[in-house]
């Protein structure tokens, strides 16, 4: 029997008596009871009342975008079907967020609330709940499509077409630290909840957490925020104060597994190249350069002299080359040498932009590829051999698909 209230873990790290942990916030159904349902909770969104003789004030954007978009928000339970004596029965077994994004009834949420689910029902603002698909899903950017039928009916008979409101996308190119961000789901299956904060900052692809060798698995990198996240959000729309969509909430980092003020969102531009592949395709194929690097910054400047490079040098060592990179000449270190008791790998290439972008970390290498190309684009890679910059032209292959996210703990 899987297991009810639990929280999916993608990476856990300690430092002295502090745990970070880097959750994924999808919560579980708070039921044990075979076949119960899970409780329904109305909305919880209350909107001030303005005192008669107050001045006149600009009201929370927070009102307005709730407003605007609560319709198009909907809470999604993941269920198991379950083996009885009698047969089967279908039990729920976790709950997530998603928005609406076309009038076709096309819904995109997280991967990770979807994944292991045998059904699917979702719950529109009304608390009208019908079934829906299994659309698409890419495990490596933590996104899924699923579907309801805008055809389908409710209980009294009448179609839910009339429910089906999409979204507006924005532009998260364009989100600056700073400006308002407002969040709707479900956190701990609450539904139609809202919360209101910053952007506290944006996150590139490989951006390192505070603890040393520990990166946040941010594919596409991420929008930071304050506003309140929690397990039952993942999925859930992140809006600006426009009322436009400019992330979908997927993580949170903790000590406790709860929010503490730092959450993530998958900026709405990875989802606006993503999510055509999905709905079409049902799964989304990822550019691959081919090759295994360690930053130079993590030699440190004794380590770059002994391989030859300047002490201030930056840029990706090739460790390994497979695929198009090893087929464009692209040369691998050939051994190791040690060094202050740490061995360090030698004589491969230098990997320093791509396309004339400087790729100073691995996160600037895999932005480059992954958020800019497709498999069989050619790219220009410029590499230090030997002290010469040389200009290797090579054609991307296709990442490996993950047919399970395989988030720890």
Avoid at 12 to 18: C, P, R
Avoid at 185 to 192: A, E, K, T, V
Wanted: aromatic share 2%; hydrophobic share 40%; with cysteine.
């Amino acid at each position: 029997m899987r297991a009810f209230l639990r929280t999916v873990t993608v990476a856990i790290a300690s430092w002295a008596t502090t745990a970070l942990l880097f959750a994924a916030c999808t919560a579980d159904s708070a039921t044990g009871r075979t076949g119960q349902a899970a409780p329904r909770v109305g909305p919880s969104v209350v909107v001030p009342t303005v005192a008669a003789h107050a001045a006149p004030a600009s009201p929370n954007p927070a009102v307005a975008v709730y407003q605007q978009n609560g319709a198009s928000v909907v809470n999604i339970t993941s269920l198991a079907v379950v083996p009885t004596r009698q047969g089967q029965t279908v039990q729920p077994q976790g709950v997530g967020s998603g928005f609406i994004l076309d009038t076709d009834g096309r819904i995109v949420t997280n991967n990770h609330v979807v994944q292991d689910a045998d059904q699917l029902a979702v719950t529109f603002q009304d608390k009208t709940t019908v079934p829906a698909k299994l659309v698409g899903r890419d495990p490596d950017n933590d996104l899924a499509v699923i579907q309801v039928d805008p055809n389908a009916t409710d209980d009294q008979g009448k179609s839910i077409r009339d429910r089906i409101t999409p979204v507006t996308l924005g532009d998260s190119d364009e989100v600056a630290i700073g400006e308002t961000a407002i969040a709707i789901g479900s956190p701990l299956g609450l539904q139609q909840t809202v919360t209101e904060g910053i952007v506290s900052a944006r996150r590139d692809p490989g951006d390192e957490s505070p603890l040393p060798g520990q990166q946040l698995d941010l594919l596409g990198g991420a929008i930071q925020t304050d506003a309140a996240i929690n397990p039952g959000n993942s999925g859930g729309p992140l809006f600006n104060a426009e009322g436009k969509v400019i992330g979908v909430d997927s993580a949170i980092l903790s000590q406790r597994g709860g929010n503490e003020g730092i959450g993530f969102a998958i900026p709405i531009n990875v989802v606006k190249r993503v999510v055509p592949e999905l709905s079409q395709n049902g799964y989304y194929l990822h550019p691959l350069l081919g090759v295994t690097t360690i930053p130079l910054s993590q030699l440190g400047p004794a380590a770059r002299q002994e391989l030859g490079l300047a002490a201030n040098q930056n840029g990706q060592l090739v460790v390994n080359a497979t695929d198009g990179a090893q087929q464009a000449g692209i040369q691998a270190s050939s051994g190791q040498i040690t060094l202050g008791g740490q061995r360090i790998p030698r004589g491969g290439d230098v990997i320093v932009a791509v396309d004339g972008h400087a790729v100073n970390t691995g996160g600037d290498l895999r932005a480059l590829i992954e958020n800019n190309k497709h498999p069989g684009d050619t790219v220009t890679v410029t590499v230090l051999r030997n002290g010469q910059r040389l200009d290797l032209a090579v054609t991307l292959g296709e990442r490996p698909q993950q047919l399970q996210m395989q988030p720890g703990g």
